[in-house]
């Protein structure tokens, strides 16, 4: 709708052009302007141009309406400083006057629907063909919009038809701008997780003291040190380090947190697990025969008709097998509960994870 809104396209067709290229028609069609600056993505396109127009949120709340310029709307990547309840109702742009030009341009790496890896934003005043006032504003390369002032200061007092000389760019990109990767939160320490290289092994032992003993190294966790932490979108079935057993090739076997990167990586390495390789379970009838279909997708399968029940007549899906949803009781009694009935045997949802991961 922006992007064709004729208004836009006459006073700011820069804002209607950047608005057209969000994402894709779906997530345009879909996603709002308010929604999108109240995301605080750090890669998204609105925050940018809209912070070197100068544009401003209005936000309505319990305690009133309010007004924050969308510069200082973020806090921080995926955070804003908006309060409970409180919700963006308009952008106010100021109009640009007779001198003013913007565009925005982002580089995109692979298709038209990806997010930015780099975008700029630039707004000028131009006088008698001499740029008078400049602002470059960049998005993606740091948590939030970088307002790039040396760069704006560079094209200051120069004729539009003669470009800086930016051979000395190089020299000022390298180093000077803070990438999402540089962002250090003081005494954050820094995790790296082992992976299993293996699709199926049993963990027979874990051995973690070499990796202890890697300069900064303060922790190293492993299944028997977090218990059986599961998660998991729609049914929390996997477990965050491996326990037991290994169930596809790059399963988290253990993680390690150290006060550097290199340290973490370097402990990882350490950390020696032996693995009694098995037989890799490949594919849905392989996986199903192992273990069949979660309890709770079971229960979900049409009674009638409908393609998980007739996979089922027809043999491909293994048949309900004891109580429906007893697991999943089970699994509700919590932390408690499985406390004192001691170590369960772990027959892994694995073939619910590996059915929606081929999907
Ligand atoms: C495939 C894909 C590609 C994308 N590509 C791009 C891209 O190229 N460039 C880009 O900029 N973005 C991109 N996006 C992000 C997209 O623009 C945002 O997801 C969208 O703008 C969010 O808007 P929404 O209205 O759906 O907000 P929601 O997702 O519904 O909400 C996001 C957050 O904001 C809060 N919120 C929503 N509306 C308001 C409001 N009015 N006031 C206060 N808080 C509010 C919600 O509570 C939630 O926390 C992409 C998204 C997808 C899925």
Same mark, same amino acid.
């Given at each position: 709708?922006?992007?064709?809104?004729?208004?836009?396209?006459?006073?700011?067709?820069?804002?209607?052009?950047?608005?057209?290229?969000?994402?894709?028609?779906?997530?345009?069609?879909?996603?709002?302007?308010?929604?999108?600056?109240?995301?605080?993505?750090?890669?998204?396109?609105?925050?940018?141009?809209?912070?070197?127009?100068?544009?401003?949120?209005?936000?309505?709340?319990?305690?009133?309406?309010?007004?924050?310029?969308?510069?200082?709307?973020?806090?921080?990547?995926?955070?804003?400083?908006?309060?409970?309840?409180?919700?963006?109702?308009?952008?106010?742009?100021?109009?640009?006057?007779?001198?003013?030009?913007?565009?925005?341009?982002?580089?995109?790496?692979?298709? =038209?629907?990806?997010?930015?890896? +780099?975008?700029? $934003?630039?707004?000028? /005043?131009? %006088? *008698?063909?001499? @740029?008078? #006032?400049?602002?470059?504003?960049?998005?993606?390369?740091?948590?939030?919009?970088?307002?790039?002032?040396?760069?704006?200061?560079?094209?200051?007092?120069?004729?539009?038809a003669e470009p800086p000389?930016?051979?000395?760019?190089?020299?000022?990109?390298?180093?000077?701008?803070?990438?999402?990767?540089?962002?250090?939160?003081?005494?954050?320490?820094?995790?790296?997780?082992?992976?299993?290289?293996?699709?199926?092994?049993?963990?027979?032992?874990?051995?973690?003291?070499?990796?202890?003993?890697?300069?900064g190294m303060v922790a190293?966790?492993?299944?028997?040190?977090?218990?059986?932490?599961?998660?998991?979108? =729609?049914?929390?079935?996997?477990? +965050?380090?491996? $326990?037991?057993?290994? /169930?596809? %090739? *790059?399963?988290? @076997?253990? #993680?390690?947190?150290?006060?550097?990167?290199?340290?973490?990586?370097?402990?990882?390495?350490?950390?020696?697990?032996?693995?009694?390789?098995?037989?890799?379970?490949?594919?849905?009838?392989?996986?199903?025969?192992?273990?069949?279909?979660?309890?709770?997708?079971?229960?979900?399968?049409?009674?009638?008709?409908?393609?998980?029940a007739r996979a089922q007549?027809?043999?491909?899906?293994?048949?309900?097998?004891?109580?429906?949803?007893?697991?999943?009781?089970?699994?509700?009694?919590?932390?408690?509960?499985?406390?004192?009935?001691?170590?369960?045997?772990?027959?892994?949802?694995?073939?619910?994870?590996?059915?929606?991961?081929?999907?």
């Amino acid at each position: 709708m922006l992007a064709r809104d004729p208004l836009l396209r006459r006073e700011l067709p820069a804002a209607a052009a950047m608005f057209g290229h969000i994402g894709n028609v779906r997530v345009r069609a879909w996603g709002t302007v308010g929604g999108n600056l109240a995301l605080a993505e750090p890669a998204q396109d609105p925050p940018v141009l809209l912070t070197a127009l100068d544009a401003d949120v209005l936000v309505r709340g319990p305690g009133g309406t309010r007004r924050v310029p969308v510069a200082g709307l973020a806090a921080g990547p995926m955070t804003t400083v908006l309060e409970p309840g409180e919700l963006i109702t308009h952008v106010a742009v100021p109009r640009p006057g007779p001198d003013e030009r913007s565009a925005y341009l982002k580089f995109l790496p692979v298709t =038209a629907d990806d997010y930015a890896t +780099v975008s700029v $934003a630039v707004r000028l /005043r131009v %006088a *008698g063909g001499v @740029v008078t #006032a400049a602002r470059i504003v960049c998005g993606a390369v740091g948590p939030l919009p970088v307002d790039c002032a040396e760069a704006a200061a560079l094209v200051v007092g120069r004729p539009t038809a003669e470009p800086p000389d930016v051979s000395e760019a190089w020299a000022r990109v390298s180093g000077g701008a803070g990438y999402v990767g540089d962002v250090r939160v003081p005494d954050a320490l820094h995790a790296a997780f082992v992976y299993s290289p293996w699709p199926a092994a049993r963990i027979e032992g874990i051995d973690v003291g070499p990796a202890l003993e890697v300069p900064g190294m303060v922790a190293v966790l492993t299944a028997d040190g977090v218990g059986e932490i599961r998660t998991g979108r =729609a049914l929390r079935d996997y477990p +965050v380090l491996a $326990a037991g057993e290994v /169930r596809f %090739a *790059g399963q988290r @076997v253990a #993680a390690v947190a150290a006060t550097t990167r290199e340290a973490a990586r370097e402990g990882a390495a350490a950390v020696e697990v032996d693995y009694d390789v098995r037989p890799a379970v490949l594919g849905l009838d392989a996986a199903v025969a192992v273990d069949p279909l979660h309890p709770s997708r079971l229960r979900r399968l049409p009674r009638r008709g409908g393609r998980p029940a007739r996979a089922q007549r027809a043999g491909r899906v293994a048949p309900r097998r004891g109580r429906p949803g007893r697991r999943l009781r089970r699994r509700g009694q919590g932390v408690r509960g499985r406390l004192r009935r001691g170590p369960q045997p772990r027959r892994a949802a694995g073939a619910a994870c590996l059915r929606r991961r081929r999907v």
